[in-house]
Every structure is written in structure tokens, then in C-alpha cells.
T-cell receptor, first 113, second 113 residues
Framework: KAGVTQTPRYLIKTRGQQVTLSCSPISGHRSVSWYQQTPGQGLQFLFE???????NKGNFPGRFSGRQFSNSRSEMNVSTLELGDSALYLC????????????FGPGTRLTVT | AQSVAQPEDQVNVAEGNPLTVKCTYSVSGNPYLFWYVQYPNRGLQFLLK??????LVKGSYGFEAEFNKSQTSFHLKKPSALVSDSALYFC???????????FGKGTMLLVSP
């Protein structure tokens, strides 16, 4: 089975721009979560989606948004980029909500200049 | 609110020696506990999880973890370390099936030849 794929892998944007990141979960997985990873803050939870519904949201400003499509693929969008948004954005999928383990993609490295 | 503490930023072990990476948690209900490993420039890989049952959980690559409810700990162990085990290890917890997954700050494991 193919793993979680994320596109693009690397991205360089300028402050004020917006960006959209894409995640394709493992086939059959219905839950998708997004995380931001930085050296200072570690792994911080952004959102969790299940069957196109946002189930949980982390403590991030409204500039961060996401969605999930009927085929379970997910996108996250960051508007009005700030330098502090530079990070590795990780997507993870799991079979169902709840106690199932999450499988992570390789991440998208976003650099904001 | 749920939280995870990994008290050591780095653990150094000689190859062939046993290793322990520590994790303590705080939740309001029953804990669901996970260990993940991250190699450089990669996403996180699932190692093992504790949901219920036997306090000793066996996982991938020879790793195991011991759940201790009274000490609210879930330490990761391996009887004999390999140089290839060198990586960043994350402990994570959910306090119910539908809460967010909270990660610790991570512990860098360095195994010397």
C-alpha cells in the first residue's frame, strides 16, 4: 500500500502570500490530521478531519484553515504568511477516528522569506 | 488538559547496551499512548501503542514500552541498542478516542558504535 503523500515537498513563499498544501492519505484511511513542526515548539496540532468534517482544531489563528474531500484527501491553507509560519507541515492519516495509530507523510517544508 | 513530558532532550547509549527513553503523561480519563520515531528529513513512523490490556507493549524494530498507571509513565525500551536506532523519539497521548493527539517535545537518541 502506498503511504501518505504530501505535495509539494518544499516551498518558498514571501510574507503576505498564501499557500495551499496537499495530503493524500493511505487508501482506506478516513481520518486526516495536520501538524506543524518547528525546532522551538515541537509538534503542534493544527486540525483533524474525518469524513469531510473537522473534528478537532488546534490553537492556531484563523489564517490557518483546512478541508477534507470526499475521497479523504485533504488540503490546508495558510493566508497572509508570516516569517514564523516557516516550518515542516506534517499530514497523518488513520483508519478511523479515535485510538487508531496515525501514519505520517514526509512533510512539506515551508520557508517564508 | 492532556500533556506529555519527555524529561530528557538527549539520551546517549553505546551499541549493544539497553536503552530507555522516558515519557510521563497527564490526562483526565484513560490514556491512549503512542511512540513514534523520526529520522532526519522524514515524517514520523509509528512504533507502538497502548490502549488497554497488558502493561508491556511490544512494537516495531524490537522496541517495547511499559505502561505504569500509578507513575503515569510510558517509557520506551530496547534490550540492545543499534547505531541505526539513532533518531528523534516522540511520545504522544490522547485522553479519549476523540480528543487531539498531544506530542511530547521529543528525545534525541544517539547510539555510539
Amino acid at each position: 500500500k502506498a503511504g501518505v503523500t504530501q505535495t509539494p515537498r518544499y516551498l518558498i513563499k514571501t510574507r503576505g502570500q498564501q499557500v495551499t498544501l496537499s495530503c493524500s492519505p493511505i487508501s482506506g484511511h478516513r481520518s486526516v490530521s495536520w501538524y506543524q513542526q518547528t525546532p522551538g515548539q515541537g509538534l503542534q496540532f493544527l486540525f483533524e478531519y474525518f469524513s469531510e468534517t473537522q473534528r478537532n482544531k488546534g490553537n492556531f489563528p484563523g489564517r490557518f484553515s483546512g478541508r477534507q474531500f470526499s475521497n479523504s484527501r485533504s488540503e490546508m491553507n495558510v493566508s497572509t504568511l508570516e516569517l514564523g509560519d516557516s516550518a515542516l507541515y506534517l499530514c497523518a492519516s488513520s483508519l478511523q477516528e479515535g485510538t487508531y495509530e496515525q501514519y505520517f507523510g514526509p512533510g512539506t517544508r515551508l520557508t517564508v522569506t | 488538559a492532556q500533556s506529555v513530558a519527555q524529561p530528557e532532550d538527549q539520551v546517549n547509549v553505546a551499541e549493544g547496551n539497553p536503552l530507555t527513553v522516558k515519557c510521563t503523561y497527564s490526562v483526565s480519563g484513560n490514556p491512549y499512548l503512542f511512540w513514534y520515531v523520526q529520522y532526519p528529513n522524514r515524517g514520523l513512523q509509528f512504533l507502538l501503542k497502548y490502549i488497554t490490556g497488558d502493561n508491556l507493549v511490544k512494537g516495531s524494530y524490537g522496541f517495547e514500552a511499559e505502561f505504569n498507571k500509578s507513575q503515569t509513565s510510558f517509557h520506551l525500551k530496547k534490550p540492545s541498542a543499534l547505531v541505526s536506532d539513532s533518531a528523534l523519539y516522540f511520545c504522544a497521548v490522547r485522553d479519549s478516542g476523540y480528543s487531539t493527539l498531544t506530542f511530547g517535545k521529543g528525545t534525541m537518541l544517539l547510539v555510539s558504535p
